[in-house]
């Protein structure tokens, strides 16, 4: 298969890839809005994973995000490394909903995680930074009783001021912007279209066709066969 929108790559230099959980089904770790998604598979989902649950049943937030959103054996699949190869060409920029952490396993330079990252854990107490090991056998941490936590965006928190300022400067200076794997439903990420250069063509990777306030080309398929195909 030749890619067909091969020719737009080559010709960028700015490109910026708006990616979700879709990234990463094919590494194994389910996504959150499908059928069989997390949040159709418990429809408690978005409570467990807000910040005022957390507070108030700091224990079972705990269990949920060990059992539900922790995949340590997922490794990067040809989506993160195809990416990621544009980034270490300094000729791209990631800016994802994902917080599973395979980005950074596929070595992404330039990236921007707009909702957190899982594996970046620290004490609340005394903010030192905590392993994923530790973690793992406990939701305290053991120099001082502080709750650990993962250092990603929940319910009824805001983006991070620095992410947000990253992510709006990168499309804002795009001279191509490629949406994977997210519905481009949920906000403020949705919103990032809204900077996008009008001149700026928007490629959409996605298994079914997303309703966008602007024109865009559409792969209508498989991503992974789409990036297979991608010479970088």
């Known amino acids: ?51 005022h649950f957390w507070v108030q049943h700091p224990d079972v937030f705990y269990d949920y995000c060990q059992e539900n959103l922790y995949f340590p054996e997922a490794q990067p699949n040809v989506i993160h490394v195809k990416q990621a190869a544009f980034t270490q060409q300094n000729r791209a920029t990631i800016v994802t909903q994902n917080i ?28 030192q930074a905590i392993s994923y090991a530790e973690y793992q056998t406990t939701r305290l941490h053991q120099v001082d009783g502080g709750e650990i936590r993962p250092r990603i965006v929940l319910y009824d928190e805001p983006i991070p001021s620095q992410a947000a300022q990253a992510a709006v400067q990168a499309v804002t200076q795009a001279d191509l912007v490629v949406i994977v794997g997210t519905s481009m439903r949920v906000y403020p990420f949705a919103g990032l279209l809204d900077y996008v250069s009008q001149e700026t063509p928007v490629i959409v990777v996605n298994q079914e066709p997303l309703t966008l306030s602007r024109a865009t080309l559409d792969y209508i398929g498989d991503a992974t066969t789409y990036f297979a195909s991608l010479q970088v």
């Open 1 to 51: 298969m030749i890619n067909p929108h091969q020719t737009l790559f080559d010709d960028a230099q700015r490109i910026v890839f708006l990616t979700g959980a879709g990234v990463s089904t094919a590494s194994g770790i389910p996504d959150f809005r499908s059928a069989s998604g997390l949040y159709n598979q418990n429809v408690r989902a978005e409570e467990y994973l807000s910040h």
């Open 100 to 127: 599973d952490n395979l980005y950074e396993a596929a070595d992404a330079h330039h990236l921007i995680n707009f909702h957190g990252n899982l594996y970046d854990l620290y004490c609340t107490k005394c903010q």
